[in-house]
């Protein structure tokens, strides 16, 4: 069983940074997929950004060239930076382990114009 936290949502300007950070629990961690997934009101859950546990990655166009997605294994955590955020990118983000098997309660990141 894994267990995903996440942290480090919040309230930035447009053009700001935000750096979001997903715990992981469990002894898995380095050999599962992670991701980013975001929801916004009134819209379905997409992807942001995905990597594998060898390191590669994968981003959505929207966000792409914006946002890194990373991880450290001897920390059980995976982080996404996301730079020159815009009000469009304003979300609930939710870290999601081995393709689906595992969910976070989700971080709110809020961008105003």
């Known amino acids: 069983q894994v267990q995903l936290v996440e942290s480090g949502g919040g309230l930035v300007q447009a053009g700001g940074s935000l750096r979001l950070s997903c715990a992981a629990s469990?002894?898995?961690?380095?050999?599962?997929?992670m991701g980013w997934y975001r929801q916004a009101p009134g819209k379905q859950r997409e992807l942001v950004a995905t990597?594998?546990?060898?390191?590669?990655?994968n981003y959505a166009l929207s966000v792409k060239g914006r946002f890194t997605i990373s991880r450290d294994n001897s920390k059980n955590t995976v982080y996404l930076q996301m730079n020159s955020l815009k009000p469009e990118d304003t979300a609930v983000y939710y870290c999601?382990?081995?393709?689906?098997?595992?969910w976070g309660q989700g971080t709110q990141v809020t961008v105003s114009a």
């Open positions: 469990g002894n898995i961690f380095r050999v599962i997929s």
């Open positions: 999601n382990g081995a393709a689906g098997a595992y």
């Open positions: 990597i594998t546990s060898g390191g590669i990655t």
